[in-house]
């Protein structure tokens, strides 16, 4: 089944009413914040000297966390990667010399550098104050080989899909079936030759 933002899963979403603090604001968390940012390889090429520049990321938000009435944070945060993932489809569309390939960057920042962005309920969207450095992030997730011709074709229909058509949705759904490989940031030059 799909959640209100175009994501597969078998939670089952609860509607209580999301908390606050006494500002009225909906914090992440006090500590470090575990987001995933959508990117794209040319993206990853000025990685070292300028960081991954990115207005938006995902992360599991406490309205996340209360749109479901089950779902441990393993399956909460693979929501808010596939949310990225899908996200990384709109900037390949934008993108049309990138690599046919969907980024996603994990990384660990400063829960002051995370802002709670929109807010709804259900949402995983964050807002990002600053580049993500390199010494903050915990992985990159790219797809391979593989998926190429399955994420070329959904990246050509994402905002149809996003719109509600179901033959688009279909193509979403088929580079969804593929699952992002995992790098270190020390593989950094590894992984730019193999997907550029």
Not at 6 to 33: F, M, Q
Not at 78 to 98: G, I
Not at 114 to 124: A, I, N, P
Request: hydrophobic share 45%; aromatic share 4%; with cysteine.
């Amino acid at each position: 089944m799909y959640d209100g933002h175009g994501v597969r899963h078998d939670l089952r979403p609860c509607r209580r009413p999301p908390a606050v603090d006494e500002a009225g604001r909906r914090p992440v968390t006090d500590e470090l914040v575990r987001v995933y940012v959508p990117a794209t390889v040319p993206m990853l090429t000025r990685l070292r000297a300028e960081g991954l520049a990115a207005d938006e990321a995902h992360a599991v938000t406490p309205a996340l966390r209360e749109w479901y009435a089950e779902g441990d944070e393993e399956e909460l945060e693979y929501v808010a990667f596939t949310r990225a993932a899908q996200d990384a489809l709109h900037l390949l569309r934008a993108d049309p010399n990138a690599p046919r390939r969907r980024v996603v960057v994990s990384a660990d920042l400063p829960a002051g550098a995370v802002g709670r962005g929109d807010g709804e309920l259900g949402s995983s969207t964050v807002t990002l104050s600053d580049a993500v450095p390199v010494g903050a992030i915990a992985a990159i997730h790219v797809d391979g080989a593989d998926a190429v011709e399955d994420v070329t074709a959904a990246a050509d229909v994402v905002a149809e899909a996003a719109a509600g058509d179901p033959d688009a949705q279909f193509a979403v759904d088929g580079a969804e079936d593929h699952e992002l490989e995992w790098y270190d940031v020390t593989e950094l030059d590894q992984l730019l030759r193999a997907a550029s």
